[in-house]
């Protein structure tokens, strides 16, 4: 892009809906303790709410009693504490439903039986949730831009990627091999341009809101090809759930040439026709080549998104 041509989004505005097939779990890189949470059940359904357990101890700072129990170091009786004593109307900053109540049972029992035979108590993971990343100013389930973006972003690569290979030019791999250090950077660089003109600036993606009563709290689950292999323990998380309702994002291309699109260093222009047809052939190929090697076998059936 020359340097008096500015990048301009004012007619490159496309808006899209964007439809949820499986449970997304995008995580904040926190899991929340059973202290920092209690769960409410109520016409046979449960709740969790992620309380601000701050606000509460600061409330309650004269409550001999909490103090009593916080004292001990119990962690099955403060957090019994909590449960009887905590309103979740008051102090909880957000809640999600949990729709398997044995999921909401074992949470519930979470360090219950943990003492160990010196009178302490051993640390206990099994009632942690892994949390979603939220909008700080709501609370809600976003799935990140960013995200989207480099998800539109592997398919070009890896077209171009394909396109030097039939070219007999050096690919990825090839540069990677010939320079651990540098040759992918090197690459990349000739394919996108350098960071400070990168050809992707020209793609804009907004962060996509999910309605309020989309989240909810299941079981992770890890499975092997081999039904006999277990997998990995995996905590709870909170997920944006299949069918939730309209997700609307925005994203915008840059128009100084006329046309929105994406401009390569070698002057190819990609509009999003292109885009989507690049995105498509990538994204098919590798969902058919999981569903037979997983998705397809027996024990995966539940499993399969479609």
């Known amino acids: 892009m020359p340097a ?3 990048r301009r989004w004012d007619k490159g505005f496309i808006p899209f809906r964007l439809e949820v097939l499986t ?11 059973p202290l920092e949470y209690v769960i409410r059940k109520e016409g046979g359904k ?32 403060i957090r019994r504490m909590l449960d009887e004593k905590v309103d979740e109307k008051i102090y909880a900053v957000s809640s999600s439903p949990i729709e398997d109540m044995t999921l909401a049972d074992e949470l519930l029992r979470a360090f219950a039986g943990q003492q160990d035979r010196r009178g302490g108590f051993q640390k206990d993971k099994t009632g942690d949730v892994d949390a979603a990343l939220r909008n700080p100013v709501d609370g809600g389930l976003y799935i990140p831009g960013s995200s989207l973006k480099g998800a539109m972003s592997t398919p070009l690569i890896d077209w171009l990627d394909g396109l030097a290979k039939k070219m007999g030019r050096p690919t990825l791999k090839d540069a990677n091999h010939r320079d651990p250090k540098r040759g992918m950077n090197d690459r990349l660089k000739e394919m996108f341009g350098s960071i400070s003109d990168h050809a992707m600036q020209a793609l804009k993606v907004s962060d996509i809101a999910a309605p309020f009563t989309s989240c909810a709290v299941v079981r992770a689950r890890e499975m092997s090809r081999k039904p006999e292999k277990k997998g990995t323990p995996k905590n709870p998380c909170e997920v944006i759930m299949p069918e939730c309702g309209d997700m609307w994002g925005r994203l915008m291309l840059d128009c100084s040439s006329g046309t929105p699109c994406i401009t390569l260093p070698s002057g190819t222009k990609l509009a999003l026709p292109d885009i989507i047809r690049h995105c498509n052939t990538f994204y098919q190929k590798r969902f058919m080549n999981e569903a037979k090697g997983f998705y397809l076998l027996p024990h995966f059936k539940a499993a399969f998104p479609c």
């Open 46 to 77: 449960a709740r969790l709410y992620r309380i601000d357990l701050q606000s509460w101890l600061m409330e309650h700072a004269a409550d001999q009693s909490v103090q009593n129990v916080i004292a001990t170091g119990d962690i099955s009786r």
């Open 4 to 6: 008096n041509q500015p």
């Open 23 to 33: 449970p997304v779990f995008i995580g904040c890189g926190e899991a929340l303790s």
